[in-house]
Structure formats: C-alpha cells, structure tokens
C-alpha cells in the first residue's frame, strides 16, 4: 500500500507528538492545571469577614449583631497582645463615662472597615435609627472576574508556546540527526516537509483550544460572547503566524540548546508584555506601540475581545493585519534563510 | 573512449570541491560501470564522503561533471531520485517511529517499489516490524538504513560507509545483504575504510587519498600491482648455525627478502612452489625450521605501500 506523501510526513508528525508524553503534558495539561490553579487563587471569595476582639460581654454581644465582623471575647490584658500580632484588627473597649473605644491601625484599611463596621453595630445595638434606608445590588458577573481575563491570555500562550516550540524543535532535530538530508536524499517533495508541520499544528490546534477553553467555560463558566467561527478563525490564524516565527528560528540553527535559546529569547518578552496575566496597559504609553505589535498582544487582544466583549470579525480588523504581517514576513524570511541541510 | 564508458552508470569528470581553505575532492575522475559494485576506499578524510554526496546531488561540486544513469542533477534532478537508493553516513531515523512507520514514509516518496513489509523481509527485520527504530541494536539500524534505500526499487545504490562501527557479526550479515543485492544487477557505489569490506564486496576498487584517486583496478590487480601475492615470514638457524641468505634469495619466485631480529620476511608470488622450495634450501642446509608464517597482500598492503601510511590512521 502506497499512501500520499503528505499523509504520511503528517502521521508522523502525530506520532512523534503522541509518543512524547512531555510534550503532551505541556501543550494540554499544563495550561488546564495553570487556570485551573490561577482561577482557585484568584476566585471572588465571598466579602470577608474581619476579626476583632471585645474586652466585656455585653461589648461582645452588641457586635455579634453584624454577620461581617467575627468576635472575640478577650481578656482586657490579651487584647493587646492579640491586636499587636494580627490576631484581630481591632479591639473594642469600653472607656470612662460610658463612651466606646476602639483600637486598630488607621494605616491597615482592614482596620478602618472594623472601625466602622463596628460602630455602626455598637450605635444600632444603642437604638440608633438610619434615617435613610439603603439597600446593596451586589456585582458578581462573569466576564469581570479575573479568571476571565486570565483564559484568553493563556490560551494565546499556549498558541504561541506550541507552534512556535513544535516547529522549531521538530526542525532542528531532524537537521542535527541529519534526517531532513536524508529526506533530501529521497524524491520528497520539500514543500510537503513544511507543510506536514502546519497541518498537525492545525489538528492539534483544535484539540489543545478545545480543551483549555472547555474546561474554562465548565469550571469557571468564562463567557464566550463573540462568535465561535471568529474564535477559530483567529486561533487558525495566530497559530500559523506563530509557526512561520518558530520556522524562522529553526532556519539555520544546528543544535537544539541554540533553538531553544532563540526561542525563550523571543518568547519571554511576549510573556511579559503581551497581556498575558495582566493588562498590557500598565506598560508606559512610549511602549505602547511596540506592545500592540507584538504578535502575542495581536492575539491576546482579538480573543478578549471576542470572548469578553463579544467584538465582531471586522472589529478584530487590526489585529488579524498584525498577524498576516508576521505570518507573511516571517515565512517569506525564513525560506530565504532555510538550510535543508 | 572504451566502449563501456559510453554507457557508465556513473561518470565523474574532474571533479572539484573547496571547503574554506581544504581541498576534499581535487579534479577527481571515476567511472562506474552498470551492474558492477564500486569501491572507493579510501582513510577518514580522503574525501570520500564529500565525492559520493555530489553524486548524490546533495552537495554542489565547485567544478567538474557528474552524470548519472546518463542524467544530471541540474537538468534532470525530479527523475534521477526516484532511481537512486541513498544511504547516508550516520542519519539518526527518528526513534519514537516503528520500523514499518519509517518504512511506509520513505516509500510513500517513489512511484514505484515493493511494499513496506517486503522490503523489511530483504533486511531480515520482519520481527521487529512493529519495533520502535530506538529500541533496535546498531546493526539493526543499519539494516533499517539500508531497507530505506531499498524502498524505491533503485537502479544504483549509494552506500556511505554501510559498515562502520558495527562489530564483526552484523557486518558480515550486512554484506550478505549487499551480496545479495548484487545479484540483481544493479549498480552500487560504496565507500568504505575497511579493506577487507573492498575486497569481498566490490569488483573494482578507487583507492582516495587527499581527494585525489591514487589507484584503480580490482582488488587483485591492485595487490599484484605493488607486490607480490603472498607474504611470508619464517625464523630458522642459530648462533651456531646461521642461515645462509643469499642462497635463501636465490630461489626463483622469491625476492624482497628482509632479514628482521631473527626472522626473514619475503615476498612470493606462487605460494605452492615457493614453500617446498625454501623447505628444500633449509634442509640443504640442514638448519632447523622454528616457525614459518604466511599471509596474503591486502589493499592495506596497497594503501601502505602507495602512501606509507595505514589506512586507520587518522
């Protein structure tokens, strides 16, 4: 049986991936346990709820009213102590002529909530009236949590990560074992070599999206508002620009330590800048430019967007220009530069 | 021109390449006649390598002609391929493939050939079809290598040192693979540094040095060409009672004779005469016989006599 050439340099591919279960780990397990991990750190816990001591019992009583301060009956003489090392943030006393006093650190604005808190709870508990009264609308929607800025973020790193490791490292080890000259050897045609790289990308590009952005909107309920179709338009698009930079860096390079070298050189920067785990506008405005032309922040940027805001494909106009732009000079550099051997 | 050039496998024609400042193939001439195995032997360095790589059309000559199977690489490289069966020095097939998975990709490249577990069935691999290519011994590799060659059913088959750095077991089973392909009728071109790997697979033989061909011929005509057949040691008389040497030389058939700490090296040509012979001058002079040695020239005896340096020596 004689199958087509590219199918079979592209099982090979698969193959290859499979069998390295590293590999696996990294492209889809890490990224799952890093939102599942970031996500648990930073889930919206329900308003705290403060410690503070009270030196008499009928102190004690009076506070326990408010469901947001947790009381502590103390001592007179251990009210200090448990003030001074954290225990609590406030200790509630009675002073001379019946007044209240409170002691906390004015500086620690857990504290000052306590103050208020508290004498609200003592004034009430007195039989003071509000005269006006008030009611909370409380805001916990998805798409505002931090979690939901998180996933687009990991998701474009994990776009870059894999397209730029798989086809920078796949290349410069075949070089090194001198197996791209031995393919030379053979009546290969070469564009089928290149090409069987960016069509595993692009079926393994389905599955890594697919999972991390499943168990985003499973676990986390991270809202997808934007169209699916852009969604994996953009995902196809940004993978194949971050295939043409990782071909770039295996054009020439011998040895896998100097490919990996390139790469963590030309990732890191887009790890830091790009938006990833915060926003990219902290960075100063003269850098800002720059910023936005990084393919990283072009793909960060375009999957907030849709997700979050639910922005249409035209809206994402200039960032598929930014990635287009590296795709094409990328591609066109690196086979310029490309040694088959 | 002979009438066998007109139709060569393989003509090379002043061939020329230039790495920084080291000549590695100085206007070197070959010639390789259809359905014969070629040798070219050659120490590391001799430019062997870099000779077949340009015949393989993987390496640009600075100058000179290379035409195989009557094409050229510039004009004809898409055909030329899919006849010609390569096997590189020192190619790492990637591991985590079986050896079916290799076979089946470097099949899928040539229109026409036998199928992937046939050609595991020339090599001998069908128990490790199903094996990962990392799991295999170095002779198995090697084997796999060949078997990657094989796949397009070729007319002419390149071998980079097939050999080389296997121990003597797989090397033999190596070359009664590359026998058996012989007799098919198609044409090999191999490298090799070891002699005896010349000698028993190659009709005719190029020994390289510094890029250049030294000598050609066939194995047998090179030996006779810088010595005679057979060499032979022997150590015999004593203090009391010496040999008489120059009788010793006299004898028809034997000349070079050295004399060494004790024992006398010479060279014959006609083994089966000249040991009676020497048999008969030492009981003439009834001196006594303590050990007597003989082996046969080699190429090693070639390349060290046309160079003064062995062939290992690097």
């Known amino acids: 049986m004689n199958s087509h050439p590219l ?47 009270a030196v008499t019992p009928q102190l004690t009583a009076s506070l326990r009213t408010e469901k947001l301060l947790d009381v502590r009956e103390l001592p007179a003489g251990d009210a200090g102590t448990a003030l001074r090392t954290g225990k609590v943030v406030l200790v509630a006393e009675p002073g001379a002529n019946g007044t209240v006093v ?4 004015d500086t620690n604005p857990e504290g000052r909530s306590a103050r208020m808190l508290a004498d609200r709870a003592v004034q009430r508990a007195a039989g ?29 790193m994990n776009l870059m990560g894999s397209a730029v490791w798989g086809m920078a490292f796949g290349i410069v080890d075949a070089r090194r074992k001198k197996l791209i000259k031995r393919l030379m050897a053979t009546p290969m045609p070469r564009e089928y070599y290149l090409l069987s790289f960016a069509l595993s990308r692009l079926v393994l590009l389905v599955v890594e999206v697919g999972a991390v952005l499943g168990f985003a909107v499973l676990v986390f309920h991270v809202p997808v508002h934007g169209s699916l179709t852009a969604l994996g338009l953009f995902c196809v698009l940004s993978s194949m620009s971050f295939c043409a930079l990782g071909l770039l860096i295996a054009s020439r390079v011998q040895t896998i330590e100097a490919a990996s070298g390139m790469t963590n050189a030309i990732m890191m920067p887009m790890w830091i800048c790009s938006g990833v785990f915060f926003s990219a506008q902290r960075f100063p405005n003269v850098m800002q430019p720059l910023i936005k032309a990084l393919p990283l922040t072009a793909v960060i940027d375009a999957l907030r967007a ?36 | 021109m002979s009438p066998n050039a007109t139709k060569a496998a393989l003509r090379v024609r002043r061939l020329r390449k230039t790495y920084k400042d080291v000549v590695a193939v100085n206007d070197l001439d070959l010639e390789v006649r259809p359905g014969e195995c070629f040798g070219l032997l050659g120490p590391n360095g001799a430019g062997k390598t870099t000779t077949i790589e340009i015949c393989e059309g993987l390496t640009p000559a600075d100058a000179g002609e290379v035409e195989v199977l009557g094409m050229h690489w510039a004009s004809d490289a898409k055909a030329l391929r899919q006849r010609l069966g390569i ?30 577990m046939e050609v595991i069935g020339l090599v001998q691999l069908e128990e490790k079809a199903k094996s990962r290519v990392g799991n295999l011994s170095g002779g198995q590799k090697q084997r796999l290598a060949l078997a990657c060659a094989l796949v397009g059913n070729p007319d002419f088959l390149f071998l980079d040192e097939p050999t080389t750095g296997l121990d003597p077991q797989a090397r033999r089973q190596l070359w009664e693979l590359i026998e058996k392909f012989k007799l098919s009728g198609r044409t090999i071109l191999l490298t090799t540094h070891y002699m005896d790997e010349a000698e028993r697979l190659c009709e005719r033989v190029a020994i390289m040095d510094h890029g250049k061909t030294i000598a050609l011929g066939t194995p047998r005509e090179l030996i006779a060409s810088v010595c005679a057949e057979h060499l032979v ?10 040999l008489d040497l120059a009788a010793v030389s006299a004898i028809d058939g034997i000349r070079d004779v050295q004399h060494e700490n004790g024992s006398v090296r010479m060279q014959v040509t006609e083994l089966h005469r000249a040991v009676p012979a020497l048999l008969a001058e030492l009981g003439r002079q009834a ?28």
């Not at chain 1, 008030?134 to 973020?153: H, K, N, T, W």
Request: aromatic content about 12%; overall charge negative.
């Open chain 2, 287 to 314: 001196v006594p016989l303590t050990e007597l040695r003989t082996h046969s020239a080699t190429l090693e005896d070639v390349f060290v006599t046309l160079t003064g340096r062995h062939l290992r020596d690097e």
């Open chain 1, 128 to 156: 003071r009236q509000d005269p006006i009264a008030a009611s909370d609308a409380l805001m916990r929607e998805p798409g505002s949590r931090y979690i939901d800025f998180l996933v687009p973020g990991l998701l474009g």
């Open chain 1, 306 to 341: 849709n997700m979050l805001q639910g922005a249409t494909m035209a809206q994402l106009a200039p960032q598929a220009g930014v990635l287009s732009a590296w795709l094409l000079v990328c591609f066109f550099v690196a086979l310029k530069l490309f040694r088959w051997r």
């Open chain 2, 87 to 116: 096997q590189l020095q020192e190619t790492q097939l990637s591991d985590k493939l079986t050896v079916l998975e290799t076979i089946d990709l470097f099949r899928s490249f040539f229109q026409q050939g036998p199928d992937g």
């Open chain 1, 7 to 53: 199918a079979q340099l592209t099982l090979v591919r698969f193959r290859e991936f499979l069998r390295e279960p590293e590999a696996v780990f990294w492209v889809f397990g890490f990224p799952i346990l890093l939102a599942a991990g970031l996500g648990l750190a930073f889930r919206n816990r329900p308003a705290e709820v403060l410690e503070i001591g």
């Open chain 1, 102 to 105: 409170y002691s906390y650190d």
């Open chain 2, 233 to 242: 040691e022997f150590s015999a008389g004593t203090h009391a009672h010496p």
